[in-house]
């Protein structure tokens, strides 16, 4: 960065040296016409002064290359700048060799507490999915506990049916055990477990 | 002679210095058709310094052509493939 600014002051300083020029050799060439045209007859002075003009029109064509290379440079330097913005948005290039101030660690914080919070919702949201249907095979004796009322209701339904979504498509085969458990007669002291766990979903 | 560097402007050059540039334009075309680019900036840059060395600078008010047109201190190769005329940048 500080590199590139160099070299643009650089450029800058060049131009402006070339248009000084440019200035001195326009402003001789208007004098030496002026004494051209006072000195020699017509067609004399026609040929001396294209001469001088040679002089300018070389000095143009230095100035006007100058102005290329400068406009070629900047657009160089806008490319690449450009470049590297979209592959730090990207995320294919790292600031690596960049110093990281107060406000960047923050972020960067910000962003990965953020992947903490998605990846939190995502268990939460997949131990919800599956807790429910352990609630519903178990909630003969004990899923009062969740104040799950209809529990017999949807007991039922499984029973009757193979279980519908949003549940997993597995789910109809964990749930069946459990339900033939419990009407074979599963004690009342196996039944914490299942309700144990979505506490311990809520630890995570 | 008039040698003009782009970019930096005029100097007059004794014509005496000629046959040192001549050998110097000869590295430099040598490099250039071999595409080799230390050898390319080292003869550039030794061409520059000698025409600097031994001209002296004319002031800007002058309204002479130029003899010679050299190229810019940083041209890459490319530029100055395209200023290459058969015989060097110095004719002759």
């Given at each position: 960065m500080q590199g590139q600014y160099a070299q643009l002051q650089a450029e800058e300083e060049k131009l402006t040296v070339a248009s000084q020029r440019l200035q001195a050799k326009v402003d001789a060439f208007r004098t030496r016409k002026e004494t051209i045209k006072a000195t020699y007859t017509a067609a004399e002075a026609q040929t001396r002064i294209n001469e001088a003009f040679s002089g300018i029109s070389e000095e143009m064509g230095d100035v006007g290359m100058a102005i290329q290379r400068a406009e070629d440079k900047t657009a160089q330097m806008q490319a690449r700048a450009g470049a590297i913005d979209e592959l730090m948005a990207s995320g294919a290039?790292?600031?690596?060799g960049g110093r990281r101030d107060d406000i960047q660690a923050e972020l960067d914080q910000l962003s990965a507490n953020s992947d903490v919070e998605s990846e939190l919702r995502r268990l939460r949201g997949e131990i919800a999915a599956s807790a429910p249907k352990q609630l519903e095979g178990?909630?003969?004796?004990?899923?009062g506990a969740n104040g799950d009322g209809p529990v017999h209701e949807g007991q039922s339904q499984a029973q009757s049916a193979p279980y519908a979504p949003p549940?997993?498509?597995q789910q109809p085969q964990q749930a069946a055990p459990q339900q033939a458990a419990q009407s074979a007669g599963i004690p009342v002291s196996d039944l914490p477990s299942a309700n144990d766990q979505p506490q311990d979903g809520e630890g995570l | 002679m008039i040698v003009r560097i782009l970019g930096e402007g005029q100097f007059r050059v004794d014509d005496n210095a000629t046959p040192g540039l001549n050998h110097l334009d000869t590295e430099l075309e040598t490099a250039v058709e071999r595409g080799d680019e230390p050898a390319f900036k080292a003869a550039l840059t030794g061409l520059l310094a000698q025409v600097r060395a031994q001209g002296s600078p004319l002031p800007p008010d002058t309204l002479e052509a130029s003899d010679l047109i050299l190229p810019h201190q940083d041209s890459s190769m490319d530029e100055v493939r395209k200023l290459l005329t058969d015989e060097g940048l110095i004719p002759g």
């Open positions: 290039l790292d600031d690596v178990s909630g003969g004796s004990g899923g549940a997993p498509t | -």
